[in-house]
Nanobody, 118 residues
């Protein structure tokens, strides 16, 4: 599975961005997918995850109510809709995938930079 994250850019505080994560090589219909982020000088952190059938979603407390994770298995693509962005959301955002029956995310995209100006 190869993952390609895109959609990053520069946005003002309060603005919105939508990040797609497209997979190629194999279908991800049996994979849980997630978004992580890494801010400058900080460790990578979990942002959101969605189960293979979209029934279960999880969010970091810092993004609850502002970010929404979704997926379209027919398009082999997951999305992260980010609203009410804050400067502290500035980071490189990575999408990841794992088979639904394992714990660790084994497949990672290359990351897309989101910069939120105040």
């Amino acid at each position: 599975v190869q993952l390609q994250a895109s959609g990053g850019g520069l946005v003002q505080a309060g603005g919105s961005l939508r990040l797609p994560c497209a997979s190629s090589g194999r279908t991800v219909s049996n994979a849980d997918m997630a978004w992580f982020r890494q801010a400058p000088g900080k460790e990578r952190e979990f942002v959101a995850a969605i189960s293979r059938n979209s029934v279960v979603t999880n969010y970091a407390d810092s993004v609850k109510g502002r970010f929404t994770i979704s997926r379209d298995n027919a398009k082999n693509t997951a999305y992260l809709q980010m609203n009410s962005l804050k400067p502290e959301d500035t980071a490189v955002y990575y999408c990841a995938a794992k088979l639904f029956f394992v714990k660790e995310y084994a497949f990672w995209g290359q990351g897309t930079l989101v910069t939120v100006s105040s």
